[in-house]
């Protein structure tokens, strides 16, 4: 099956390649200091989805040094894209975001930036700044959507409603900024219907990429926590029968989120790893090297 993978868009779009480096930035999350609330999203890790950034104690040019060392034996002669993971990183004063994100992309050999966050954190003074920065060399936006679904996005404690993600697209693509939307795959309660009605719906509002994240059950998150006590639940509760997908019924979902998404957006991600050490389920996806290989040969078919 043919779509247009990650590194392909980015050998297409700057003639070499190219390497992604987790940086955090410092940033928290309205989701953590009790301006929504203050637990996080339900799957949320306490590095906030940015487990494998460099030290926040580090500066952002040395945090960028610091991943071209660890990615040096992969990549030779290329180039690379400073990558905000770690919480939610428009969540600061403008300053202090022009100021990072500066240092970031006047880094030579940093050919963009890609910034991860909510859409419940775009004011109009924020994406003019990224309209700034945008003309001085690429900037990506990653909203974090996981779906569409308004009750998977309460059990998730997500914070904010769909037509917030709805409004933040246009403003984003009114200044032309390249946007990247994150789906969760695996929710519970959620249906293989619904999970592909999210990647159908993020694809027909104009997202520029798509991520699929299998979903990873955590130590020391609250998904963790009921998970383990899901035997305790109500049985209408949406924990009390939830069992993780298997590897095969992962790669047969794939293949139908990637039979319905144009050649147009690129798939930047097919599935994800967790930190080994704190993956509690499900434990196949630990195998990076077996989960693509699985993907690979199914989208070969």
């Given at each position: ?143 974090g959507l996981q ?74 998150t609250d998904l ?78």
């Amino acid at each position: 099956m043919n779509y247009l993978s990650l590194n392909n868009y980015l050998k297409d779009t700057f003639g070499c390649k190219v390497y992604k480096l987790s940086i955090d930035g410092g940033f928290t999350c309205p989701n953590r200091d009790g301006t929504i609330d203050n637990r996080g999203c339900i799957f949320c890790s306490g590095y906030g989805s940015g487990d494998f950034a460099a030290s926040r104690s580090l500066s952002i040019s040395e945090q960028i040094e610091e991943a071209k060392k660890k990615v040096s034996a992969k990549i030779k002669d290329g180039k690379y894209i400073a990558y905000f993971q770690a919480f939610t990183n428009t969540y600061a004063p403008i300053n202090e975001l022009r100021e990072k994100y500066t240092e970031a992309i006047t880094n030579e050999d940093v050919v963009a930036i890609s910034i991860g966050t909510r859409p419940d954190c775009l004011s109009d003074e924020i994406i003019n700044l990224l309209d700034e920065l945008n003309k001085i060399k690429p900037v990506w936006i990653e909203l974090g959507l996981q779906t569409i679904h308004e009750a998977s996005a309460e059990f998730i404690r997500r914070g904010y409603k769909l037509s917030v993600y709805d409004e933040a697209i246009k403003k984003l693509k009114s200044k032309n900024i390249y946007v990247v939307t994150h789906v969760i795959l695996g929710l519970p309660g959620e249906s293989e219907e619904m999970m592909l009605d999210t990647v159908k719906y993020v694809c027909e509002h104009k997202t520029d990429g798509i991520k699929l994240q299998l979903l990873h059950i955590i130590k020391g998150t609250d998904l963790a926590y009921k998970y383990e006590h899901r035997g305790d639940y109500a049985p209408s509760d949406v924990m009390s029968t939830y069992e993780c997908m298997t590897l095969d019924e992962y790669a047969a979902l794939i293949y139908k989120c990637v039979n319905i998404i144009p050649d147009t957006v690129a798939i930047h991600r097919l599935t994800g790893d967790g930190h080994k050490k704190t993956l509690i389920a499900p434990l196949w996806s630990g195998d990076k090297k077996r989960v693509l290989n699985t993907i690979n040969k199914i989208l070969s078919n």
